[in-house]
């Protein structure tokens, strides 16, 4: 994961007093950062050293109002926490996937999950936040309290303050059961315009049911199947995984299934009749999951896309192919296309936050894994620049839009928070007001 260098991290004993460690840190002139999950990708991060590190981990409380419509989240609770308090209250909520990962970091970039469909985005459902701002005072913000930092805070919340704790809607579950497969396609060389002319019927331009909560296809190196040719080339071949999260009983799941069982895959298994704490597990993404794992250096690379270009995803098969067969230690890395139902997405007004990117349909990452190393390092960002720019070339007229929380660092700003310049204008303003001295600078900093 990353590198980063600190002089000095704050223990978890006094996680109470947040404001004084962010006083303490501007009175001796220290840049500082918090940290909960520890997942964040973006080269910015690097750009701190000899710093103060803030854990939130100590905050990770879950408290249910007592009229069951929203709940109170810390700052250093994971998603996985959420879940299961929710659950033990008869709840859900949006959430992403990934267990370990933060609950509140992620919302302020954006939060796409399993439940986006009914509930929108993370950050869709934070009613209101307690924030340390950048001179160490302490800001309720909600719609009436501080609005404008309320609206910079959803979309673009790395960038003015540290959250401590937030309000969020939560919600009867509107299913009580859930249906999980995984596709195994090991002849994805033969198969790769099929499984995307599928996933393009599917997807329906943005427009699948809300039940059909992700489709979520990555090209992979899987030893079991990834095996050379039979042309007599030593290459090891990229297959497609593929994961199916449905809202449903299998019954109703069935016919959304056989998209994918018609395509004859290698493999297939299934779990039905799972709650909502099982969905974690059942797609290897909970807390003691490999992509929970330290160690290694992830990075992401994101594109947003509206549809599937098969010619552009043949040309990306055989770049990853490349990567994975020419410098072995990236075969953890992956391509990965998150396709999600946007119906409650699509239901926000794109102004009423700083998110930008309402109008994507796909979420596009070439994503290199690999053990640490300058040199790899390189490798990873000149395959990655190709990579970005297969999709880009296959989406001609879009503008290239990158997912906050994903965003590599060298994008360019309006990439990243938006083209409309009233938008930029509005953050650069949130940040000349509440950032004067540019505190908050390293996740994908406005400038």
């Known amino acids: 994961m990353l590198r980063l260098l600190y002089v000095s991290k704050i223990t978890e004993e006094i996680q109470s007093n947040i404001h004084l460690q962010v006083k303490l840190a501007n009175r001796f002139g220290l840049p500082f950062l918090a940290v909960n999950g520890g997942h964040g990708s973006t080269s910015s991060l690097n750009t701190i050293q000899r710093g103060v590190s803030i854990n939130l981990r100590a905050l990770s409380h879950v408290r249910v109002s007592r009229g069951g419509d929203s709940a109170l989240v810390g700052g250093g609770a994971n998603t996985q926490e959420v879940i299961h308090a929710l659950a033990a209250r008869g709840k859900v909520t949006a959430?992403?996937?990934?267990?370990c990962t933060g609950h509140i970091g992620p919302a302020l970039g954006g939060g796409f999950g399993r439940y986006m469909g009914y509930f929108g985005l993370v950050l869709d459902n934070i009613i209101d936040m307690t924030v340390i701002l950048a001179n160490g005072t302490i800001a309720h913000v909600s719609s009436t309290s501080n609005?404008?930092?309320?609206?910079g805070m959803k979309g673009a919340g790395q960038n003015f303050g540290i959250v401590t704790e937030a309000n969020f809607k939560i919600y009867e579950p509107p299913t009580t059961y859930w249906v999980f497969a995984e596709f195994t396609f090991a002849d994805t060389e033969n198969k790769l315009e099929s499984i995307f002319e599928a996933m393009n019927s599917l997807n329906a331009n943005g427009s699948q049911p809300k039940e059909l909560g992700e489709v979520y296809p990555v090209f992979a190196i899987k030893p079991q199947y990834s095996k050379t040719d039979v042309s007599a080339s030593k290459d090891q071949m990229p297959i497609t995984l593929i994961q199916f999260n449905f809202a449903g009983t299998l019954e109703q799941a069935q016919p959304w299934l056989d998209i994918f069982n018609n395509l004859q895959p290698t493999a297939m298994w299934k779990k039905d009749s799972l709650l909502p704490t099982e969905i974690q597990p059942a797609a290897s993404q909970d807390i003691d999951s490999g992509i929970c794992a330290l160690g290694t250096t992830w990075?992401?690379?994101?594109?947003?896309?509206?549809?599937y270009n098969i010619t552009a995803n043949r040309e990306m098969y055989y770049l990853y192919k490349q990567l994975v067969?020419?410098?072995?230690?990236?075969?953890g890395s992956v391509v990965q296309f998150e396709n999600y139902a946007l119906e409650g997405l699509k239901a926000i007004d794109p102004a009423s936050t700083a998110y930008a990117h309402r109008d994507d349909d796909i979420l596009a990452s070439f994503a290199p894994v690999y053990p640490p190393s300058k040199a790899s390092d390189a490798i990873a960002l000149e395959f990655a620049t190709k990579a970005r720019q297969i999709w880009l070339t296959g989406e001609p007229g879009r503008e290239w839009t990158a997912y906050p929380n994903y965003a590599n660092g060298d994008?360019?700003?309006?990439?990243?928070?938006?083209?409309?310049?009233w938008r930029l204008d509005r953050l650069r303003g949130l940040k000349k007001q509440y950032d004067p001295y540019n505190r908050f600078r390293f996740y994908n900093p406005i400038h």
């Open 147 to 151: 609005p404008d930092l309320y609206w």
């Open 95 to 99: 959430t992403t996937n990934g267990g």
């Open 299 to 307: 990075r992401l690379f994101p594109v947003g896309l509206k549809t």
């Open 325 to 331: 067969n020419e410098h072995p230690e990236f075969s």
């Open 411 to 421: 994008e360019p700003i309006e990439a990243v928070y938006g083209y409309e310049s």
